[in-house]
């Protein structure tokens, strides 16, 4: 990653969208990488269970955190939607969550939406 964006002038804002397991991976990666997320989004899935949470409040603490699922995914537990929602009030980061009809997938439009700013 430092490579890539010491090719830039001016450090350009990061995204990361960390879908399904990918998500739980992206948490783990970015609170280790020394830069800052503009934004991290959880699609179907979450933070890391072994996340070192006292790590990751002061890592993203400037960071906008979004919940994205499907409202037919068969992945997504009440239960694993309510300790992710744990988790952003532990973090000091509010609830954004972000739905749509559909299952374990990632959904165009949404993806859209996140690009705008839309929700």
């Known amino acids: 990653m430092e490579e890539v964006l010491s090719a830039f002038e001016q450090v350009p804002r990061i995204h990361l969208l960390g879908f399904?397991?990918?998500a739980a991976t992206g948490?783990?990666?970015?609170?280790?990488?020394?830069?800052?997320?503009?934004?991290?989004?959880?699609?179907?899935?979450?933070?890391?269970?072994?996340?070192a949470l006292e790590m990751?409040?002061?890592?993203?603490?400037?960071?906008?955190?979004?919940?994205?699922h499907g409202l037919e995914d068969e992945l997504v537990t009440e239960e694993s939607k309510k300790r992710q929602e744990e988790l952003l009030l532990v973090l000091g980061k509010p609830l954004k969550l972000?739905?749509?009809?559909?299952?374990?997938?990632?959904?165009?439009?949404?993806?859209?939406?996140i690009i705008n700013q839309e929700f």
């Not at 948490?27 to 269970?49: E, N, P, V």
């Not at 990751?56 to 994205?68: C, D, H, P």
Request: proline share 0%.
């Open 20 to 22: 399904s397991q990918g």
């Open 56 to 68: 990751a409040k002061e890592k993203f603490a400037s960071t906008e955190v979004i919940l994205v």
């Open 27 to 51: 948490t783990r990666w970015a609170s280790q990488w020394k830069g800052t997320l503009d934004s991290l989004i959880l699609w179907g899935g979450g933070f890391a269970h072994d996340l």
């Open 98 to 113: 972000l739905t749509f009809s559909g299952g374990h997938e990632l959904e165009s439009q949404m993806v859209e939406r």
